[in-house]
């Protein structure tokens, strides 16, 4: 080795490695293609191996690339945890988190939230995205996501941020015109207007009566992948949603919707969920703290009364 490798470089080639393409490193980076290459070239030379494998679809990382890469993620988290204590020291979290939720969620609640956060620490820069579909945030690159929903997968670090469940609700007009259910095994003969968002199973409510859980399949001949699509439809008299207090409170206070079967609702707290590796991160910790107190103001804004 005729030089120490530099810290940039070693950190395209972990976000090369990471997404196998050059291309994608270079979105992540805000970077062009072309200086990917050529940064990957430069730290091939100062080790004097080869990390990667080309082709004209995807990279692979080769087998010293694996050493290489496992050595560079240790350095870098080294490095981030030590400029991260520092700006905590000085009170001041910057540099840059990339956060991710759902469509609506996203954008009715955690959107403001996060403006609000920048606009508190101008040091910190946000890149949020918002997806209908569950995100792998540890391949995808991102350092949290704000997610709605019990069910997260054991290798990632999850922290409660405010208490949320779902509802059974439907317009006034729908009521009059098919009649209100009485019992849960009812459903099956109603229109149910079904969300496909995210990780949530299709056509699938599970709904607690006290510590009873039960499972219903459930149908109907509209369903959306967009829960904001879904709930006019309701008000629109088109069938029977099962939708989180957050987004339906107020359509039940105005009397556009009303709850169905008020013994049975389903779980659905919100979550901050990102990869162990940052969970000492001082900008995450702010962001985190941050938007737990946002968020609890807001679900207790919207909860039922009584």
């Not at 293609?33 to 004209?56: N, W």
């Not at 350095?75 to 840059?96: K, N, Q």
């Not at 999850?158 to 006034?172: D, E, F, T, Y």
Request: aromatic share 6%; with cysteine; hydrophobic share 45%.
């Amino acid at each position: 080795m005729n030089k120490l490798p530099d810290l940039g470089d070693l950190r395209v080639f972990v976000e090369t490695a990471k997404r196998s393409s050059f291309v994608r490193a270079a979105a992540a980076l805000e970077a062009s293609a072309p200086y990917v290459t050529k940064r990957i070239r430069m730290l091939e030379q100062d080790l004097g191996v080869k990390l990667l494998h080309r082709s004209t679809r995807k990279v692979v990382v080769t087998e010293e690339g694996e050493r290489i890469y496992q050595w560079a993620q240790q350095i870098l988290d080294a490095v981030d945890g030590m400029v991260e204590e520092v700006s905590l020291a000085r009170a001041e979290p910057r540099g840059t988190l990339r956060i991710c939720s759902s469509f609506g969620f996203g954008r009715n609640i955690v959107g403001p939230a996060i403006s609000q956060l920048t606009a508190r620490y101008p040091q910190l820069s946000v890149r949020f995205e918002v997806f209908d579909r569950l995100v792998d945030i540890t391949s995808e690159g991102f350092d949290l996501d704000v997610r709605v929903g019990d069910e997260i997968a054991p290798h990632l670090i999850a922290r409660r941020l405010a208490s949320n469940h779902r509802v059974l609700c439907a317009a006034p007009a729908y009521l009059a015109r098919r009649g209100t259910p009485r019992a849960l095994g009812e459903l099956s003969s109603h229109d149910c207007l079904i969300i496909k968002e995210r990780d949530h199973p299709f056509g699938v409510w599970r709904l607690r009566d006290g510590p009873r859980e039960q499972v219903i399949k459930v149908t109907g001949p509209l369903s959306s992948n967009n829960g904001e699509i879904v709930v006019q439809w309701a008000v629109d008299g088109r069938g029977i949603v099962l939708r989180s207090l957050w987004d339906v409170m107020p359509l039940l206070q105005s009397g556009a919707l009303v709850q169905i079967l008020p013994d049975y609702v389903q779980e659905a707290n919100v979550w901050a969920v990102y990869p162990s590796r940052l969970g000492s991160s001082a900008k995450l910790r702010v962001c985190v703290d941050w938007l737990e107190q946002s968020l609890q103001a807001i679900m207790l804004e919207r909860a039922l009364p009584g």
